[in-house]
Structures are given as structure tokens and as C-alpha cells.
């Protein structure tokens, strides 16, 4: 009976270097472009209930995309630096403990791989063998889950956050643009919707109708329900 060899250089994919932190980068993407698409249009079709005017409608749009793209970036950049804040803090504090306490910090970290599953043997050798390599490094991964080499940068999270949302947002103003038929711009946020659906079911692993499903019929609900005020309004006006 004969096994396949493993290839020597194959690695489980979890094995790749920030191949996690570009995942959440990816998703973090698709989650932004989703809400300029769902957003923008929602804002556009309550214009358009409300009024006639293409002019006023595509400025409307603009400026929504404008403004939701701004709060996006702000929201990620407030949110991104307490979280590098509060890693920071635990770094400082974990390199006092390392210093004062050696010993017991050894101790810790054989303990946090032994609570994954390590023999207790093996998790003190491999806790020594670390902290004689990068102590600090180690701690951080084991016991935090902290990449104390790159830590989260809220700047990279505010640009990418502004630009995912005002590619979504670009969408339905593009649909508009081009035709001013509403029924044009539902089409084409619907797509869009089933597009982000389907980029975020296939980076989260999960069911791919369900994720379409769920994205486009909540898009559209949005979008039902600010034309509805928007025509509530022009008719009051």
C-alpha cells in the first residue's frame, strides 16, 4: 500500500504569516463597500421618491457618500487606536513582568501552550526555547493573541474604510447617472449586493445562497423603505 508524501515546504494554510490579518482586511473591505452600496442607494431612491430633479438627487448621493465615507475612516481610525492603545498597553506592561518576574512568566507561557493541548514536558521546553529567542514575542502570541511586530495601524484602517465605502457608494450613483429609471438602480445594487453576499460568504466559509439571500433582501428593504418616506414627503410638500 503506498501514502503520499507530504511536500516538505507545504504549510497548513494558518501557517502563512499575516495570512489572518489580511483576511479581516478583506472582510473589513466587503463589510465597507456593502455599506456604501446599501447607504448611498437607500439615500438616492428617498431623493428620488421625493423629488424629480436628477440634479438634486445625484448632489444628494454625493454628498451621502461624502459623509458616510468620512464617518467610515473616522469610526475605524477611533476604534483601530484604542485597540493599538490597549495592545500597546499590554506589551509594556508584559515586558515589566518578563523583567521583574522571569521565572513565573516562563511558567505562564508553558501553561498557556499546555492549555492548548501541548504536553506539559514539551510546553516547558518549547516556553524555554521561545523566551530565549524573543520572550517578549512569544507572550504577546500565546497568551494575548498579540503580533507584538505588527501591531494594528488605525491610518490603514481609516483609508482602506474610506475607500471600500465610496467604491460601494459609487455604484448606485453610477446606476442612477446613467438612467434615472428607479427599477435601473434597484438592478444594479442588487447585483452589487449579491456580489459583496457572495465575497463575504466565501471569506467567512459560510453558505453562499443564504449570504446573497440575506445581503440583497436587506438592501432592498432598506431601499423600500426610504423611497416610501421620500414619496410620503414630496406628497406632503
Not at 431601499?223 to 416610501?228: D, L, S
Amino acid at each position: 500500500m503506498t501514502t503520499l508524501a507530504r511536500k516538505p515546504d507545504a504549510r497548513p494554510e494558518a501557517a502563512h504569516p499575516g495570512l489572518l490579518g489580511r483576511l479581516n482586511w478583506l472582510r473589513a473591505g466587503v463589510l465597507g463597500a456593502n455599506d456604501g452600496i446599501v447607504s448611498t442607494a437607500a439615500l438616492v431612491l428617498g431623493f428620488a421618491g421625493a423629488t424629480t430633479s436628477r440634479t438634486a438627487i445625484l448632489f444628494a448621493g454625493l454628498v451621502g457618500l461624502l459623509a458616510g465615507a468620512m464617518s467610515m475612516a473616522a469610526g475605524e481610525y477611533v476604534s483601530v487606536s484604542t485597540q493599538r492603545d490597549s495592545e500597546r498597553a499590554v506589551l509594556v506592561r508584559q515586558r515589566r513582568l518578563l523583567a521583574e518576574h522571569p521565572g513565573a512568566e516562563m511558567q505562564a507561557l508553558a501553561q498557556a501552550y499546555e492549555a492548548k493541548g501541548i504536553d506539559r514536558a514539551l510546553a516547558a521546553r518549547v516556553a524555554e526555547q521561545l523566551t530565549a529567542h524573543d520572550a517578549l514575542s512569544a507572550h504577546a502570541e500565546a497568551r494575548f493573541g498579540i503580533d507584538a511586530d505588527a501591531l494594528t495601524n488605525p491610518w490603514h484602517a481609516a483609508y482602506a474604510s474610506f475607500i471600500a465605502f465610496g467604491i460601494g457608494a459609487l455604484i448606485p450613483l453610477a446606476g442612477f447617472a446613467v438612467d434615472t429609471t428607479i427599477w435601473v438602480t434597484v438592478l444594479v445594487v442588487a447585483v452589487a449586493l449579491a456580489g459583496t453576499g457572495a465575497a463575504s460568504a466565501r471569506l467567512g466559509g459560510a453558505s453562499l445562497p443564504r449570504a446573497i439571500a440575506r445581503n440583497v433582501g436587506g438592501g432592498l428593504a432598506a431601499m423600500g423603505v426610504t423611497y416610501a418616506l421620500g414619496a410620503l414627503v414630496g406628497l406632503t410638500l
